[in-house]
């Protein structure tokens, strides 16, 4: 009598113990979706509000190397005297200006995209100097004219970096 009372009793708990774990799994299956749709719905919000910042910055430091390339700085900035050293000194006051201008547009960029950025403007501030330790150059015309011939023979630090911009926007589209 007693086998048959232990049987029956598991007959009634052992289907109750299996529905349990079943809608435990369902629930928490459940659960877990709502979390992640919940999750995925906020992080497309918080896209949809970065995505102008983000282009905004990419905007502006595609203007910052075209302000840095050097046929156009040279051209938009003229020599306030004939002293070469400074017509130089102006030359990278600019450019370091325009750069704090816009140092925080970093925030929105890779660091491999702004580390090529920083390298694009610190290569045209050397070439610079480089040209003024040139012994052809005795003046600012001189140091103007240098420059702009020596960049005839090889692309510019800014036209390099560009080229990565947009690589990087494209791949973020």
């Known amino acids: 009598m007693e086998t048959t009372k232990l049987i029956e009793i598991l007959s009634y708990t052992i289907p109750s113990l299996i529905t349990g774990g079943v809608a435990y799994y369902l629930f928490t299956a459940y659960f877990k979706d709502q979390q992640n749709t919940r999750r995925w719905l906020l ?55 325009e750069f704090d201008h816009n140092l925080t547009q970093q925030i929105y960029m890779t660091d491999e995209c702004w580390t090529i950025i920083v390298t694009a403007k610190n ?18 015309d001189k140091l103007r004219e240098v420059i702009l011939s020596d960049l005839m023979e090889k692309a510019t630090p800014s036209s390099a970096a560009m080229s990565y911009l947009k690589n990087e926007l494209k791949a973020f589209l």
């Open 123 to 140: 290569a045209t501030i050397q070439m610079i100097r480089k040209a003024n330790m040139s012994d052809r150059v005795d003046s600012a």
């Open 43 to 97: 992080q497309k919000e918080n896209q949809k509000d970065a995505l102008p910042l983000r282009l905004q910055a990419f905007e502006r430091m595609a203007l910052f190397l075209e302000r840095i390339n050097p046929t156009k700085l040279l051209i938009r900035i003229t020599p306030l005297s004939q002293d070469k050293n400074d017509y130089e000194n102006l030359v990278i006051a600019q450019i370091e200006q």
